[in-house]
Structures are given as C-alpha cells and as structure tokens.
C-alpha cells in the first residue's frame, strides 16, 4: 500500500477528484458521489480495505466510503457531518479543511446530498436516500 501522502499527491497533480488505491491505485474525475456509488454497488469488494484521497467528503460520500470498509481517508474538504460519522468507525481520517456543510455546484445552499443525509445516524440509513436521489435525477441507472 502506498502511504496516503503518494495518494494526495496523485489527486492533485492530476487534477482528480477522486484516488482510490486497494492493490492498484485507480483514479476518478467525476464531480459528486456518483464514482463512489457506482464502485460500492458495480464491485462490492473493492474498497474493502482501500485508502482514499477525495476531494470533497461530504456525508454521502462519507456514509459510501463505511459502507464499503475503507481503511483511510484524506479529504482536501469534509464537512463536519461527515466527520462525525466517520468518528463511530474504525476508518482513519486526515483532513486539510472542516465546514460546516459543503455546498452545491451552484454555491447558493447546501449540497443536495448533505441535506438528505442531515437526519441519518449511520452509513447504512444515507443509502437508500442516496439511491433514490440519484435514481430520480438520472444520474444512475437502477438496473
């Protein structure tokens, strides 16, 4: 396993979004939780164990990453929400930035995904919100 600084590196000399490194570092461009989504659901196994360098960590993505067992996260911002999730896990954290909420694309409010979340205790009760919402707003396939 690299250490989780060779992955920072990663993400932002190559302008990623998301690093992902279990066996072999795999990069991500996408905005949002989709690449994480999809990953947890398409190779359940995958981030079992992984280390990752993201972007952006809301509590979505934060819920995503339990749910898949990683072992490290590096987040260059985290929202506290996630972050307090991630504290009833095992998972190790390093941060560059906390907030207070992250905000959507169009900088006016509260990231959709954060918001859904808001009321959620554990990964496990984010997952059918997340599913459904980007089932509903296409950002998904629910095949």
Known sequence: MKDIKELIGILHRGNHTLVIENEKIVTFNNRGIVD????LN??????KGAVVADKVVGKGAAALMILGMINEVHAD???????KL?????VKVSYQNVVKNIINRKGD????IEALCSSCTTAQECLPLITKFLISNQLINNN
């Open 42 to 47: 398409r190779n359940d196994t995958f981030l």
């Open 36 to 39: 994480l989504f999809n990953i």
């Open 77 to 83: 911002v985290i929202s506290e929400s996630a972050l």
């Open 109 to 112: 409010g509260i990231c959709p």
């Open 86 to 90: 991630f504290n009833s896990t095992p």
